[in-house]
Structure formats: C-alpha cells, structure tokens
C-alpha cells in the first residue's frame, strides 16, 4: 500500500508571505497543498498580518527556519467577511487567535502519528484564562486541545460538543521554557471504546487515554478533525487586570502526521 505522503511543513521558501491582503486567511502562501490537503488556512486577526505568523530563522529546533507566532491584545479572527453563513466573530466571544489549521481529514478507528516540536520563550507572558497552542478541530468543535492554562500544561479531551469530559494536568515542569520541546500524539480518532490518545514529550509518555477521542457530530462528519497550532486565547471575560492582555509569542517546527511513528520522528529527519 502506497505511504501516506505526510507533510514537511518548512520545506519551503524561508521568507512567509501573503499573496494578498483579502486571501491573507483563506489562502496562506508558502504552505503545502495537494488534491488531497486543499489549502491550509490561517485563522488570525488580518491587521495583524503583518506580524501574526512568519518565518524565522532565529529560533529553529532543525533545519534553516521555524514559525513564529505572535498574539497581541485585541488580536481576533472573524469569519464574518467571507463566510457570513458561519456567523464566527472571535471578537464579540471574548476570544483572540493566530493560527494555523491544516485541512487533512485523518481515516477513523486507524493509528494516527503526529509530531510537532514547540519552543516557550524564556520571558513568555502565561496568563489566565486559557491559551491553546495546539487542538484538533471536528465538525462541531474541538476534539482535543493542548492548553497553558497560566504555566501549567493540560490535555482536554472533549467528547461531548463544547465539554471537557476528560483532562490531564500534567503540571508546570514538562513544557519548561527556553528550550525545544518535541511532542508526539498517537491517536485513534473514534466516538467509540477503541479510541486513543497517547502524548509523548521528548521521548517520554505523559498520556495515556483509551476511550472515545470525538463527539458524535464530529464523528458523523466521516473522518478525522484538523489539526491547528498556534496561540489561542478563549474565555477573556475571566481577565481581572485593568492592563491589556499581554503580547505572547511561540515557536514552532518540523509539523509532521502520518500513519506510522517513523514518519514523524524528529530525530530520522536533517530539519526543513
């Protein structure tokens, strides 16, 4: 059986650019696309474009460049202007984003790899409420995210629309800022007993989940949810300071999925 093509999400040009200011979200330049993948799409605040996502090549885990992300007070996506039928404005829900989604729909009840790695600066400002650096996407909602909930790093499973129904908090010492981290997500997306979630970081498990990994909507949708990475800030109304919430910038590299381990293994590739 012909292997998944996974995707080498820095194998290309070093120098990110927008092929115009109203496709800005719609369709990001300089990402991978194919008949299978589509376009991926850039979930981020468009007066923000100029600084919400670029290439850097000052902060890489391998190879030439990394993707800086970078989220500033008031910073909000809305969908709003292109697809009014979706009714999405981050800015009147208390929210505020700048992400990437991938648009790749992973087969259910089938072993699912992927790997990321993520730098935290040393000087990063953690917050309350939650960011989300990293969530899987389905019809309705999100199945799985990965939260900074102040410093501390917690999985959230949702199986139920909108509802955490299990999550781990797996305290303030894993993610320690300053310093690459790789992390591996091996799942099986299904709303059923032989669902899974396994989450490595640095080459050590610190999840262990099997069960359901969806809901039922998103379940009825065929296939597996997309994944997006990036800085998501949700529930602001939580936000006690009279100062502005703060600027909050994070690193990643080398995104890979696949349906074997290998393929995303940090360590079998030079870097892109």
């Known amino acids: ?34 008949e299978l993948r589509g376009d991926w799409f850039a979930t981020i605040d468009l007066d923000a474009v100029d600084y919400a996502i670029t290439r850097t090549s000052e902060i890489t885990r391998k190879g030439p460049t990394a993707i800086r992300f970078e989220l500033r007070d008031g910073d909000c996506f809305t969908a709003l202007p292109h697809t009014p039928e ?23 009840h089938r072993d699912v790899w992927y790997g990321i790695s993520v730098f935290i600066p040393e000087d990063y400002p953690y917050m309350y409420p939650k960011q989300i650096f990293l969530q899987w996407h389905g019809g309705p909602g999100p199945t799985v995210y990965f939260q900074l909930n102040r410093d501390r790093f917690l999985v959230d499973i949702l199986t139920e629309v909108g509802e955490t129904t299990t ?15 790789d992390i591996v997500v091996n799942t099986i997306w ?3 007993y032989d669902g899974k979630l396994r989450v ?15 809901d039922d ?18 529930h602001l109304f939580r ?25 995303v293994d940090v360590r079998r590739v030079q870097g892109d």
Request: proline fraction near 5%; glycine fraction near 6%; hydrophobic fraction near 35%.
């Open 167 to 181: 999550q781990y908090d797996l305290g303030t010492e894993i993610l320690e800022p300053g310093r690459w981290h």
């Open 190 to 192: 299904s709303n059923a």
């Open 239 to 263: 936000w006690e300071s009279e100062e502005p919430h703060p600027t909050q910038i994070l690193y990643f590299d080398e995104y890979r999925r696949s349906y074997e381990f290998r393929d």
């Open 200 to 214: 490595y970081v640095n080459g050590e498990r610190v999840v262990d989940y099997l069960g359901a990994t969806m």
């Open 86 to 108: 979706e009714g999405w404005d981050d800015c009147t829900r208390d929210r505020e984003r700048t992400e990437l989604r991938e648009k790749w729909d992973a087969q259910l």
């Open 217 to 234: 909507e998103s379940y009825a949708e065929g296939v597996g949810p997309n994944i997006k990475f990036g800085i998501y800030r949700s």
């Open 1 to 34: 059986m012909k292997k998944l093509f996974f995707t080498l999400l820095l194998a290309i040009a070093a120098t990110f650019a927008w092929a115009d200011h109203d496709s800005a979200l719609w369709d990001p330049q300089g990402f991978p696309e194919d």
